[in-house]
């Protein structure tokens, strides 16, 4: 799993990760088609399907672990950065760091 994904930092990096890792969901149709058995290729029509059922439900389960353990991460932030802000109100960089995490755990969520 790409180092984008488990760490969360840039959350584009993260996007792009979470894009690749769902080429073979986009691709579907073609995949389907280059799966469907004839007589020339794939001798057996369900070990093919099962395969590519396989490679679905990874990819999806990898998918929502790096959506949660992403949330999880920012969530801790969030935390942590509260209670900075708590002990210095005046710190602008602190809120607008703040902000900026809590509106990525947003775009997660979405």
Known sequence: MPAAIMECGDFKDFQDALREMRRVDDIIVNTINAVIPTD???????????N???????GNQKREAAI?????ISADKVKKL????????????????????QTKVRRTLT
């Open 82 to 101: 509260k209670e900075q802000r708590e002990k210095n109100l005046s710190d602008i960089q602190l809120s607008k760091d703040l902000r900026a995490e």
């Open 52 to 58: 590519l059922h396989e490679q679905i439900e990874s």
């Open 40 to 50: 020339s290729f794939h001798p057996d029509p369900k070990a093919s399907c099962r």
């Open 68 to 72: 949660k353990n992403c949330i999880t």
